[in-house]
């Protein structure tokens, strides 16, 4: 049973729109999320990350939303662009644990139209 | 060369084959790991090394053995692997384990795997 779940396989958003890129997950010892961005032919890139402790942070245009009670974050991209099209994945981790080990989602493929 | 790098980018071999896919680091990590991308599926965790010391074995199956020479490089050999084996095989690389688990891990490109 998938722990991290990203329900969207795609999303399509016009340039200079506000993107929302959603996330949900079953373990309620998850403490630690992070959102990957991955460019075909590339590895994914770390993009922005929250600790359980908090409920909002903010990068730029990249703010990160959670909702411990709800099991779900978000990822706000405003105003989106089309260099931001690629592929989002959320990950999860026990930020106590020893090995670092991440659970990922099935990622959402974004396209920003020009 | 920067960041994480992967070789070979692609690799196609038999089921009978023993291939080698070699990642390495110039970041000046401590910890690297091997992840599994089936189609359709989430990035899954194989195997942890800290310090070249394996800490984590996701329950992945003896015909795949890593090996960790020295923090800057992480083997996978390969050898009698399943068509089902076929996937994106991603490395990737932390500053360490004792930050509590919430240490940054920067991935390679990958190695896109196929087993005829």
């Known amino acids: 049973d998938q722990q991290v779940k990203q329900n969207s396989p795609s999303l399509s958003v016009q340039e200079g729109r506000i993107s929302i890129l959603n996330c949900d997950y079953t373990n309620s010892m998850f403490d630690y999320f992070l959102w990957y961005k991955k460019y075909p032919a590339e590895g994914p890139t770390f993009l922005i990350s929250?600790?359980?402790?908090?409920d909002k942070n903010e990068d730029g245009r990249f703010t990160v939303f959670l909702n411990k009670s709800a099991k779900h974050l978000s990822l706000h991209i405003v105003p989106s662009q089309p260099g931001d099209s690629a592929v989002y994945f959320c990950?999860?981790?026990?930020?106590?644990?020893?090995?670092?080990?991440?659970?990922f989602g099935t990622g959402t493929l974004l396209a920003v139209q020009p | 060369e920067t960041g994480v790098t992967q070789t070979p980018r692609h690799l196609v071999m038999g089921m009978t084959n023993k291939k080698s896919l070699k990642c390495e680091q110039h970041l000046g990590h401590n910890a690297m790991y091997w992840y599994k991308q089936s189609a359709k599926k989430p990035l899954e965790l194989m195997f942890v090394?800290?310090?070249?010391?394996?800490?984590e074995n996701n329950s992945v199956p003896s015909r795949f053995s890593p090996e960790c020479p020295n923090s800057s490089h992480l083997f996978l050999h390969l050898h009698t692997l399943q068509p089902e084996d076929s996937a994106l095989y991603l490395c990737?690389?932390?500053?360490?384990?004792?930050?509590?688990?919430?240490?940054?891990?920067?991935f390679g490109p990958g190695t896109r795997l196929t087993v005829l």
């Open positions: 090394y800290n310090f070249k010391e394996q800490t």
């Open positions: 990737a690389s932390s500053q360490d384990l004792t930050s509590g688990g919430t240490d940054t891990q920067y």
């Open positions: 990950a999860a981790s026990e930020g106590g644990g020893a090995t670092n080990k991440l659970i």
């Open positions: 929250i600790s359980s402790i908090k």
